[in-house]
């Protein structure tokens, strides 16, 4: 019964931001994990950030450390995805997914449940 509906994508140069945000609806159970992926062309989808609904533990790929990070409001039942600082290889189409009985495998995407539609992000050079 959970939705997840992306927005935020778009053009951006080398060194700007951009924030995706993933809207939930439908009842969700007491304990989730939401995350981020994304997949360039050619390549496999890989992991890029992940949070438990209560905020209490994130978790990032090393290649957004320090630049990436994950907001949320609970009131609006959405999470984002803060992009700072952005790289040309940051360049894909960003998935966020919703892991209804976290095992612990946050870093794969068999760990998820539920996937949105997608939303592309370019970073020109």
């Known amino acids: 019964q959970v939705q997840l509906v992306e927005s935020g994508g778009g053009l951006v140069q080398a060194g700007g931001s951009l924030r995706l945000s993933c809207t939930v609806s439908?009842?969700?159970?007491?304990?989730?994990?939401m995350g981020w992926f994304r997949q360039a062309p050619g390549k496999e989808r890989e992991f890029v950030a992940a949070?438990?609904?209560?905020?209490?533990?994130?978790y990032y790929a090393d290649a957004v450390k320090g630049r990436f990070t994950i907001p949320r409001d609970i009131a609006k039942n959405t999470v984002y995805l803060q992009m700072n600082s952005l790289k040309p290889e940051d360049t894909a189409v960003y998935y966020c997914a919703a892991d209804l009985k976290y095992t612990g495998s946050y870093y794969s995407t068999g760990e998820y449940d539920i996937w949105g539609q997608g939303t592309q992000v370019t970073v020109s050079s």
């Open positions: 949070i438990n609904w209560s905020g209490t533990n994130t």
């Open positions: 439908g009842r969700t159970f007491s304990r989730y994990v």
